[in-house]
């Protein structure tokens, strides 16, 4: 007997993989330490192995065939068809930032692997999420690219509405069943239906999950597109710039007094400058004047200055003069020609 065949001897059978499966992901649920931490990890990633084991397992059971209908299948067996719905929910514990992508793409695998096994075998009514061979662009085709399409948008509303109201009642049913099909006290009729209804749950799981996993991928790689036109555009700034170089005098003389050069010049600045002097067409800003000028300028100013005051001191004298003639002399006086 080889080692391979040992260890399959070894391993625990289906049944007990399941369960011990399904009690490491309620434990992940319902876990108080975050999912980071290291006893969370390491409980999802047993987990993963156990049911991959337990999928292998199952198939090589042949318990679940596709040639079969749901009627077919024993109470007990029903369970088994979440084994992908599990793993998928365990995929979407493992924490990789570096892999977040591949985890997500993953987990979708599984949940529409179980999605289709359901649909297949008619558990509930529902339409599957949409593939790359069922994309969103083959379904709006059909509409027009100027017309908002609010038909898909208000069917997507209803179907999370009633996806929710039977969410409620499943949870609710499967409250009242629990506590008797695991007493192991129930007819079969009983137990086939609380495996129904987890079949059920965890359709509705998976839908939600799909519609979560879809739309963070569409922001990693919006994310991933943006972050890659950064680094392009910081690769073109990180490029060396050119050298300056001189251009020769011979080269720039050509490329202003070339032929078609629409004004060719006809003498140089100073000669402009000299001939605007000559005839008194220059402002005198910014010229030195000669020392007589200045002296002359200043006097000038002076006397100015002097005449002013003098003309404000007589202005002064006679304001005063006129006051005190009108105080000695009343208003009207002199004035006799019209006195009767």
């Given at each position: 007997m080889s080692a391979a065949e040992e260890d399959e001897l070894l391993l625990?059978?289906?049944?007990?993989?399941?369960?011990?499966?399904?009690?490491?992901?309620?434990?992940?649920?319902?876990?108080?330490?975050?999912?980071?931490?290291?006893?969370?990890?390491?409980?999802?990633?047993?987990g993963i192995d156990l049911l991959q084991k337990a999928a292998?397992?199952?198939?090589?059971?042949?318990?679940?065939?596709?040639?079969?209908?749901?009627?077919?299948?024993?109470?007990?067996?029903?369970?088994?068809?979440?084994?992908?719905a599990f793993?998928?929910?365990?995929?979407?514990?493992?924490?990789?930032?570096r892999q977040r992508l591949q985890h997500l793409q993953w987990a979708r695998e599984h949940f529409?692997?179980?999605?289709?096994?359901?649909?297949?075998?008619?558990v509930a009514e529902f339409e599957l999420p949409q593939t790359k061979?069922?994309?969103?662009?083959?379904?709006?085709?059909?509409?027009?690219?100027?017309?908002?399409?609010?038909?898909?948008?208000v069917s997507q509303r209803q179907a999370k509405i009633e996806r929710y109201r039977q969410k409620r009642e499943v949870e609710r049913r499967l409250a009242v069943l629990k506590p008797a099909v695991e007493s192991g006290q129930v007819d079969d009729e009983y137990v086939r239906e609380y495996y129904l209804l987890h079949l059920q749950r965890w359709i509705g799981i998976s839908l939600e999950?799909?519609?979560?996993i879809d739309l963070e991928i569409?922001?990693?790689?919006?994310?991933?597109?943006s972050k890659e036109a950064l680094t392009s555009h910081s690769s073109l700034q990180d490029r060396p710039q050119m050298k300056p170089?001189?251009?020769t005098r011979k080269v720039a003389q050509d490329e202003v007094f070339g032929a078609g050069y629409p004004s060719l010049a006809s003498m140089t600045v100073n000669d402009w400058y000299d001939q605007h002097w000559k005839f008194g067409g220059l402002p005198d800003q910014g010229i030195a004047k000669t020392k007589s000028e200045v002296k002359r300028a200043v006097q000038e100013k002076e006397d100015q200055e002097q005449k002013e005051e003098e003309d404000d001191e007589q202005t002064l004298h006679q304001a005063q003069e006129l006051d005190d003639w009108k105080d000695t002399h009343p208003r009207g006086y002199g004035n006799r020609q019209n006195m009767g």
């Amino acid at each position: 007997m080889s080692a391979a065949e040992e260890d399959e001897l070894l391993l625990p059978g289906l049944p007990e993989l399941f369960r011990t499966s399904k009690q490491l992901l309620d434990e992940v649920e319902v876990a108080v330490e975050p999912t980071t931490s290291q006893i969370t990890q390491e409980k999802v990633l047993k987990g993963i192995d156990l049911l991959q084991k337990a999928a292998k397992m199952l198939s090589q059971l042949n318990l679940l065939s596709q040639n079969e209908d749901l009627d077919d299948i024993a109470s007990i067996d029903l369970q088994y068809l979440m084994i992908p719905a599990f793993q998928g929910a365990l995929i979407m514990k493992l924490v990789s930032p570096r892999q977040r992508l591949q985890h997500l793409q993953w987990a979708r695998e599984h949940f529409l692997n179980y999605l289709t096994q359901c649909q297949h075998y008619h558990v509930a009514e529902f339409e599957l999420p949409q593939t790359k061979n069922n994309s969103a662009e083959n379904n709006t085709a059909s509409f027009p690219m100027d017309y908002p399409t609010l038909v898909p948008m208000v069917s997507q509303r209803q179907a999370k509405i009633e996806r929710y109201r039977q969410k409620r009642e499943v949870e609710r049913r499967l409250a009242v069943l629990k506590p008797a099909v695991e007493s192991g006290q129930v007819d079969d009729e009983y137990v086939r239906e609380y495996y129904l209804l987890h079949l059920q749950r965890w359709i509705g799981i998976s839908l939600e999950e799909v519609e979560s996993i879809d739309l963070e991928i569409k922001l990693l790689r919006e994310k991933d597109t943006s972050k890659e036109a950064l680094t392009s555009h910081s690769s073109l700034q990180d490029r060396p710039q050119m050298k300056p170089f001189i251009l020769t005098r011979k080269v720039a003389q050509d490329e202003v007094f070339g032929a078609g050069y629409p004004s060719l010049a006809s003498m140089t600045v100073n000669d402009w400058y000299d001939q605007h002097w000559k005839f008194g067409g220059l402002p005198d800003q910014g010229i030195a004047k000669t020392k007589s000028e200045v002296k002359r300028a200043v006097q000038e100013k002076e006397d100015q200055e002097q005449k002013e005051e003098e003309d404000d001191e007589q202005t002064l004298h006679q304001a005063q003069e006129l006051d005190d003639w009108k105080d000695t002399h009343p208003r009207g006086y002199g004035n006799r020609q019209n006195m009767g």
